[in-house]
C-alpha cells in the first residue's frame, strides 16, 4: 500500500530551526508538497519538490532525496505565527496526491 | 480568503436531516475537489470532477452525494449522516491534469448528532 509518515507533534521554542521530516512509500512519485495549515483554516501551499535537493524560500526550506523516500521541511527563526500543522503529500505515478496525517507543530517563548 | 470559498463554515446536524455544503471557486481552475478531515489522520479524497464531470468517487457511502453545475461551483449533499462523518470537509480546486499545488477552502466543520 501507500504510504506518507511524519511525526504527529513537535514542540520548539521561537527563534529557533525546527526539521519536520517525511518519509513516504508511494507507487511511483511525481513530486512531493509541503502544505501548512493553521488551526480552522485552509491549508495552504508552502513547496514542492520533484528533484533532489534543497529549495530555499525564505525562513522555510524542503529537502529532498528520492533515493531514500525522504523530505525534510526546516524553519528557521521560528515566531508564534508558525504554530500549525504540516502536511506532507506526495504525488503517485497515477498524479494522485497522497497524504500524511500531518506534524503539528507547537511554538513556545 | 484562499480564492476558494466554502459554506458554511460550521454545521450540527442531526442523523436524519439533509444539508448541502458549498464550495466555489473564481481562480478559473477546472478540477474541483471534496477532502475529508479527520483528527490525526491523512486527507481522505472523497470526489474529484475535471471540466464538471465526475472522475473519481473512493468508495464513498451513498449518503454522501456531489453535484457540480459548473466548473466554479461543487456541492456536497448530505442526507442520513452517522456520528462518524463529523470533520472537516476541505474543498479544493486545481487547473488539473498537470503535477501543481491545491488551492483549498477553509472548510466546514460537520458534527453529526
Known amino acids: 500500500g501507500q504510504n506518507i509518515d511524519q511525526p504527529t507533534e513537535m514542540t520548539a521554542t521561537e527563534g529557533a530551526i525546527v526539521q519536520i521530516n517525511c518519509t513516504y512509500q508511494?507507487?511511483?512519485?511525481?513530486?512531493l508538497f509541503w502544505y501548512q495549515q493553521h488551526a480552522g483554516e485552509a491549508p495552504t501551499f508552502l513547496s514542492y519538490?520533484?528533484l533532489d535537493g534543497l529549495e530555499e524560500k525564505g525562513r522555510f526550506s524542503s529537502f529532498l532525496s528520492r533515493s531514500k523516500g525522504y523530505s525534510y521541511l526546516l524553519l528557521k527563526e521560528l515566531q508564534m505565527k508558525d504554530s500549525a500543522s504540516y502536511l506532507c503529500?506526495?504525488?503517485?505515478?497515477?498524479?494522485?496526491?497522497?497524504w500524511g496525517a500531518g506534524t503539528k507543530l507547537i511554538i513556545k517563548p | 480568503e484562499t480564492g476558494v470559498t466554502q459554506t458554511p463554515r460550521h454545521l450540527v446536524m442531526g442523523m436524519t436531516n439533509k444539508k448541502s455544503l458549498k464550495c466555489e471557486q473564481h481562480?478559473?481552475?477546472?478540477?474541483m475537489y471534496w477532502y475529508k478531515q479527520s483528527a490525526k489522520k491523512p486527507l481522505e479524497l472523497m470526489f474529484v470532477?475535471?471540466?464538471?464531470?465526475?472522475?473519481e468517487n473512493n468508495s464513498v457511502p451513498s449518503r454522501f452525494s456531489p453535484e457540480c453545475p459548473n466548473s466554479s461551483h461543487l456541492f456536497l449533499h448530505l442526507h442520513t449522516l452517522q456520528p462518524e462523518d463529523s470533520a472537516l470537509y476541505l474543498c479544493?480546486?486545481?487547473?488539473?491534469?498537470?503535477?501543481?499545488?491545491?488551492?483549498f477552502g477553509s472548510g466546514t466543520r460537520l458534527t453529526v448528532v
Open positions: 470532477y475535471n471540466f464538471k464531470e465526475q472522475t
Open positions: 519538490n520533484v
Open positions: 503529500a506526495v504525488t503517485d505515478s497515477n498524479y494522485q496526491l497522497i
Open positions: 508511494t507507487s511511483g512519485f511525481n513530486g
Open positions: 481562480l478559473g481552475h477546472n478540477a
Open positions: 479544493a480546486s486545481s487547473q488539473g491534469g498537470e503535477v501543481g499545488g491545491y488551492t
